[in-house]
């Protein structure tokens, strides 16, 4: 039966953690990509501001086989960020089409200035 070495259980251990950061990062992803779709909740509220990142503390070098699931969620964070700019820039066309509506005016107020008379 083989043993256990301490460098094996440390290896081990920083594959844990790197998993668990890697979850958290594709949760928030995910959370993101959904707050995207929705504007409201189903109470016709406002969905809640995500809570910002922390990062891990020592994590140590990335094992080499959670490489192309980190290549995957930074593709992801990259086509997320393309569709919040694409949503950004149809706001701001659409908050200046609204700018350019003119106030509605008061119906009692004249409309015409009689300068005969």
Do not use: C
């Not at 920083?14 to 990062?25: C, G, I, P």
């Not at 106030?103 to 004249?110: H, I, K, T």
């Amino acid at each position: 039966m083989a043993s256990i070495t301490p460098a094996a259980t440390a290896d081990a251990a920083a594959r844990a953690q790197w998993a668990a950061a890697l979850d958290a990062l594709e949760l928030s992803l995910d959370d993101a990509a959904r707050a995207m779709t929705v504007s409201t909740n189903a109470d016709g509220g406002v969905i809640p501001t995500l809570p910002a990142w922390t990062p891990p503390l020592a994590l140590g070098a990335l094992p080499a086989e959670l490489a192309v699931r980190v290549q995957d969620l930074l593709t992801n964070q990259q086509k997320l960020i393309g569709e919040l700019e694409q949503a950004r820039t149809l706001t701001l066309r659409h908050l200046t089409a609204v700018r350019s509506v003119p106030p509605e005016r008061d119906a009692r107020a004249s409309v015409y200035l009689d300068v005969n008379g």
